[in-house]
């Protein structure tokens, strides 16, 4: 009798290999692990770093999950952090259950209030961890308490007694232990106090206060009057797992932290969330998992604390407020704004000075004018060092930084001729044979496409007089002679690296009137070939443009200071012996590591929110589509079927099952936008193109990946490759930059450049969609999608008069999306991970500059990176993302400086499906920011 537990895979008994010891696995499918019953297919264990790193084939540098869902400041949002992986597995807990009941717990007492004082029969099963001692003032008459300890056996488990925990019924602020009774037992300190009780109102936690009997009846018993009596007691938190993470956060943010508890309720999982957890490694048992004691914690940044306190200091700068409006050049030809105009007198006074005694970082010692001190080393000195030179814009993105430096060139065009002339008379007078000298200033920006970007702006802003080069190319060396009698040299970081690497770079043989850093945060890592060779270029100024100058930790900025030379922080030991490590020792030495901070940033940096600018709101739609009723069927029996194959034994944890998990949250995703179009999944026709693309999103901005060719570490974003994949065995992931060095013409099908050097022979490429499966095949021909008729009829409003961005994850979605204007006869551009750089900047410039382009076609990810799209003011994003930082980042890309109009974005997600949890899940955490706000605002 054939087994009618074969889910995934009808039709495929010709499909199995064999391994050396016969097990049966599909061949070229690594996530699948061996059968357990001859027929069942079961998912292999790994972590979730493993399975990015496998699904990008990528050397995984950095991996930093922890993502701030961009805030509107307008409105004061609440930021949080975005843990991904976080999000996919509590979906799975919460959706894929078939039998809830093992996963529920019956309080001990059958209508007992909770901690919050509200009714609650049952908490989901996950014992997150103990607090440890925590003293407890005890209340009213001691022989009373001494009475009911003894008396109220019935609360006790053995020798252990259980207390209610609840907020005060006088001060809601004031977290008391209570008796069975409801009478309060006693109080908890302060500190313990300010991080349990906005948990407890809520009703996010359940807490059991956990002392012995024995324990508590002698130190009450050695008592001789009510303010020592005094107790410790252990308090057991309880929780959903969805929830997790972000109650760890919060504890840890009041510096509260779980230990392994002694005890914990029949039946519930014991979780950690302050446990460290490292990739591909087993999750240890109940009884073998190790906690770090509490003062070791101290020595970890919290993502929250870190986030809210560069918030607070970005807030407390006013460094901006005291600057005067500066009229540009009449070279340039665009009128600055003021802000605009404010920076350019900051960059004039860090570059030649004076600068204000306020914000010098060298005063003058009170009652010894010839004695200087340094404001944060407190380092003393007769002749302090110079502080003009260098600093930091590191306005928001979308404010136009690059037209301020533009107009800090054009202003300095004299100085940087009389420079040259002095620093000519010093040499000669010493005999010196010194570095050849240039009035010009190098720009290094990430890639080719922003070298066309600023290539443009200089077009748009000013008068053609200044003399620009581009650095970049096989050619490029032909240019060298051009360098001396040109006023701006643009170049990127792969080429500085490229040419760095050989004894005679022609960049690093230049002493440079001013070099400029785009994008700076690229050099926050100081072991990165990219932040030795910028470091190298020899200049009389140094500047750093970032938006993001401070991405994961501080030393990210430490890395910044050290490249623009700000003695003695030109030393990045120096900022950790008075910033970083001090941050991390105790609440006391944070305040002073924030003061020095803040010290450093009022001097060195400008940064300015994008609220001067007044840009139009953004309006907000949010379109909820419903499902045909064959959609519907279709995705009832994917959730079904594929939850049948992710299935375990009662009690087993989900956490083994990475993979099966994302598989099926990746499975109903894609129909939701795909509808019937989209075949029932099986493994012969898994899309590894989506997989990679969605891991993309996943990992987002922060994650890194390593170039197959130049071995440079990137930002995934500015991988063209991690959307596309040669044909054969080939798993090269190439940078931009090195695809554009190898690209022969705007041909779309070529040679993997590495494969074809070593000789492999290759044919064209093309997106690997699936094993099995070519590109043409992926969807059916025929098939009905709601959301992608919704979108057609949300486009063709106000077609003529409003340009449209539609950004999706997938290229699978963008080929329908195309295949519906085709159909609509509506006309469009397209831009994916397989556009290359030529054909892209092309159609750029037709949807910006022509009015017969209406639409752009892009995804997610690479409309993320890089690119100024103004033009269009109606944005459609066609699903939700678990992380979303990737989402902003494209949408901020359309409302930009000089954006006049209002901007519409218009999101989609299907009724009743894996998207509308995703929603809530996302509206729940944004729920839990702000109680984590409102307790750090106290």
């Known amino acids: 009798m054939a087994s009618s537990k074969r889910p995934l895979n009808d039709g495929l008994d010709g499909a199995f290999e064999y391994d050396s010891y016969g097990n049966r696995r599909l061949p070229n499918s690594p996530y699948l692990g061996n059968s357990t019953n001859g027929s069942i297919l079961s998912f292999e264990d790994r972590s979730w770093d493993g399975l990015w790193s496998e699904l990008l084939n990528a050397e995984f540098e950095t991996c930093d999950h922890e993502q701030q869902l961009h805030s509107n400041p307008k409105t004061k949002t609440a930021t949080l952090s975005h843990d991904t992986e976080g999000e996919i597995e509590s979906w799975a807990a919460n959706s894929l259950q078939q039998h809830p009941e093992p996963f529920l717990f019956q309080e001990s007492n059958p209508g007992e209030t909770s901690s919050s ?4 029969s049952f908490i989901e099963k996950m014992c997150y961890g103990m607090i440890h001692r925590i003293l407890v003032q005890v209340k009213g008459d001691m022989s009373e308490v001494d009475a009911k300890l003894k008396a109220n056996n019935q609360n006790a488990a053995g020798d252990y007694y259980r207390f209610s925990v609840g907020t005060s019924d006088n001060d809601n602020t004031e977290v008391v232990l209570r008796f069975p009774d409801y009478t309060e037992f006693g109080r908890l300190n302060l500190h313990t106090s300010k991080a349990l009780g906005p948990l407890i109102d809520p009703g996010i936690v359940l807490l059991d206060a956990i002392g012995t009997t024995k324990a508590l009846c002698e130190a009450i018993g050695r008592a001789t009057k009510l303010s020592d009596a005094r107790v410790r007691i252990d308090i057991n938190v309880y929780g959903s797992e969805r929830d997790a993470k972000n109650v760890g956060r919060h504890l840890s943010s009041n510096k509260v932290y779980l230990q392994h508890p002694d005890t914990q309720r029949p039946g519930t999982i014991y979780n950690n969330p302050h446990l460290l957890k490292f990739p591909d490694t087993e999750i240890l048992g109940n009884n073998d998992q190790i906690a770090l004691p509490p003062d070791r914690f101290l020595k970890f940044d919290d993502a929250g604390v870190l986030e809210k306190t560069i918030a607070g200091v970005y807030a407390s700068l006013t460094r901006g407020t005291k600057l005067d409006k500066v009229e540009g050049d009449r070279r340039i030809e665009t009128k600055l704004l003021p802000h605009q105009q404010e920076a350019l007198d900051f960059l004039i006074q860090r ?119 581009k650095y970049h190319g096989k050619q490029r060396k032909s240019l060298t002679a051009s360098i001396e009698n040109t006023d701006i040299v643009l170049t990127t970081y792969h080429t500085l690296v490229a040419d760095f690497g050989e ?22 890592r100081q072991t990165t070939t990219f932040y030795r060779a910028v470091s190298e270029l020899k200049a009389r100024s140094r500047w750093c443009l970032s938006g993001t100058p401070i991405q994961n930790r501080l030393e990210d900025i430490g890395a910044l200071f050290a490249f623009i030379q700000a003695r003695p922080f030109h030393s990045i030991a120096m900022f950790r012996r ?47 589509v419903e499902f045909s009723p064959k959609e519907r069927e279709q995705y009832d029996q994917t959730m079904k079927t594929m939850n049948r194959a992710l299935r375990q034994k009662a009690g087993e944890s989900h956490s083994k099952n990475i ?35 969605a891991a993309l999103c996943s990992v987002g901005d922060t994650g890194q990946v390593n170039c197959s060719a130049c071995r440079q570490s990137i930002p995934m974003l500015g ?55 070519g590109h043409e095949t992926y969807l059916k021909h025929e098939g009905y999608s709601s959301k992608m008729a919704a979108l057609i009829s949300d486009i063709r409003e106000d077609l003529w008069k409003k340009k449209s ?95 006049n109009e209002s901007v519409l974005v218009t999101r989609y997600i299907v009724k009743d499906t894996v998207e509308q949890e995703m929603r809530s899940q996302q509206e729940r955490k944004l729920k839990m920011a702000e109680i984590g706000n409102s307790t750090f605002s106290q």
């Open 117 to 120: 004082g509200t009714k609650s």
């Open 351 to 469: 570059e030649n000075g004076p600068i204000p005694l306020e914000f010098c970082l060298w005063k003058p010692i009170e009652g010894d004018e010839n004695w200087y001190q340094h404001a944060v080393t407190k380092a003393k000195t007769r002749t302090p060092n110079e502080e003009t030179g260098d600093g930091i814009l590191a306005d928001e993105m979308g404010m136009g930084k690059s037209l301020s430096i533009l107009a800090l060139i054009v202003s300095s065009h004299k100085v940087a001729t009389e420079w040259i002339k002095t620093q000519t008379s010093e040499s000669s007078e010493h005999s010196q044979v010194s570095q050849k000298l240039s009035p010009a200033t190098l720009v290094v920006v990430p890639s080719a496409i922003l070298i066309n970007e600023w290539l443009n702006e200089i077009k748009i802003h000013l008068d053609g007089t200044l003399r620009t080069l």
């Open 503 to 524: 004894k005679l770079s022609p960049l690093h043989k230049i002493n440079w009137f001013r070099v400029v850093l785009d994008e700076a945060h690229i050099i926050r």
């Open 578 to 624: 008075f910033v970083t490590i001090p941050f991390n020792e105790s609440e006391e030495r944070r305040a002073v590591a924030t003061r020095n901070l803040t010290l450093l940033l009022e001097s060195l940096c400008l940064r300015r929110s994008r609220e001067l600018l007044h840009l139009p709101d953004s309006n907000d739609r949010l379109r909820v």
């Open 659 to 693: 993979f099966g998990m994302f598989q099926i949250q990746l499975q109903l995703r894609i129909l939701c936008n795909h509808g019937t179009y989209q075949h029932a999944f099986s493994w012969n026709r898994r899309s590894m193109l989506n997989e990679r693309e």
């Open 719 to 773: 991988s063209n490759n991690v959307y596309r994949q040669y044909t054969g065995s080939c798993t090269h992931v190439l940078c931009s930059e090195c695809l554009e060095d190898n690209e022969q013409s705007d041909i779309e099908a070529i040679d993997c450049p590495l494969c074809a050097m070593s000789g492999v022979p290759l044919t064209s490429y093309g997106p690997r969609t699936g094993v099995g499966e």
């Open 805 to 899: 961005i539609v950004f999706s994850c997938w290229t699978n979605t963008l080929n329908l999306i195309e295949r519906y204007l085709r159909l609509e006869s509506l006309p469009f551009q397209r831009i994916d991970g397989e556009c290359p750089l030529g054909r892209r900047q092309k159609i750029l410039n037709e949807f910006s500059s022509t009015s017969t382009i209406p639409i752009l076609i892009m995804t997610t990810g690479t409309g993320a990176y890089g690119l100024n799209l103004t033009a269009a003011n109606r944005v459609f994003i066609i699903e939700p993302q678990w992380n979303p930082s990737v989402e902003n980042q494209a949408i901020s890309r359309a409302i930009r400086m000089r954006q």
